[in-house]
């Protein structure tokens, strides 16, 4: 296909992802599965996701903390580009990060596929029901309908990064109220964790004015992860 000079003038995806404005045609997904710490940094790290949070939903019970969960579960609610990252992908990730086969011990842990559309709906069950008919035993992480979803307090938002010596605090200081929702918070948190390739990490890094000392740390974090 031949480009054309519109195309030639607009932004790089590339030079999009790391600019913190998000695309306009974002789709949303949420995912149970587990402690929610692991899912925001795996899924933090993939292309095509611009922002993660962590909270609590698939309850019923009002506003819920980590200390008073009520009927609620730890989920991540990932905001992702579906021109980059389909649906279909993040769900296998899904499979591939949680233990499907057992019921969950404590509600609060249990693996849920929180659906905003009846297209997310679909593809669930869709992939569910192929990944018994694969596994030939049933899968107990549950598909239902996200009611609403509660933001969980500061600390666990991003807690790879927010724990990570000298970067965390640095950092939380320097994002303030955009930390939370920041696409290159969210890459660093995944990359942080161990997620993502070598060239990936070391590109991120070259586009940021970081405090000296932070970047030694994030360079040191990320030769040896
Ligand atoms: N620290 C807990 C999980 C915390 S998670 C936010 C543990 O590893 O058991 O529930």
């Not at 590339?14 to 998000?22: G, I, T, Y």
């Not at 506003?63 to 389909?86: C, I, K, N």
């Not at 669930?124 to 309908?145: N, P």
């Not at 200081?173 to 390739?197: M, P």
Request: aromatic fraction near 8%; include cysteine; proline fraction near 4%.
């Amino acid at each position: 296909m031949d480009r054309t000079e519109s195309d030639a003038t607009a932004p790089s995806r590339r030079d999009r992802e790391w600019d913190d404005s998000p695309p306009t045609d974002t789709a949303t997904a949420t995912f149970g599965l587990g402690c929610f710490w692991g899912p925001d940094a795996r899924f933090g790290a993939m292309d095509g996701v611009v922002r993660t949070r962590v909270g609590y939903a698939g309850g019923m019970t009002s506003a819920p903390t980590y200390h008073s969960l009520g009927d609620h579960t730890e989920v991540v609610q990932v905001v992702y580009d579906p021109t980059v990252v389909s649906y279909d992908e993040l769900l296998e990730v899904c499979w591939a990060i949680h233990d499907w086969g057992s019921p969950a011990h404590k509600r609060q842990y249990r693996g849920v596929v929180l659906t905003h559309t009846e297209r997310q709906h679909e593809a669930a069950t869709r992939q569910r029901t192929a990944l018994e008919e694969r596994a030939g035993r049933s899968v107990e992480t549950m598909i239902e309908r996200l009611d609403q979803f509660f933001l969980a307090e500061d600390y666990h938002q991003k807690y790879e990064l927010r724990s990570t010596p000298v970067v965390g605090d640095e950092l939380a200081a320097q994002y303030g109220e955009t930390f939370v929702d920041s696409t290159v918070i969210a890459r660093l948190n995944g990359f942080v964790a161990g997620h993502g390739t070598p060239e990936r990490r070391a590109a991120l890094l070259e586009t940021l004015d970081l405090d000296p000392q932070v970047l030694a740390e994030l360079r040191r974090r990320f030769r040896s992860g």
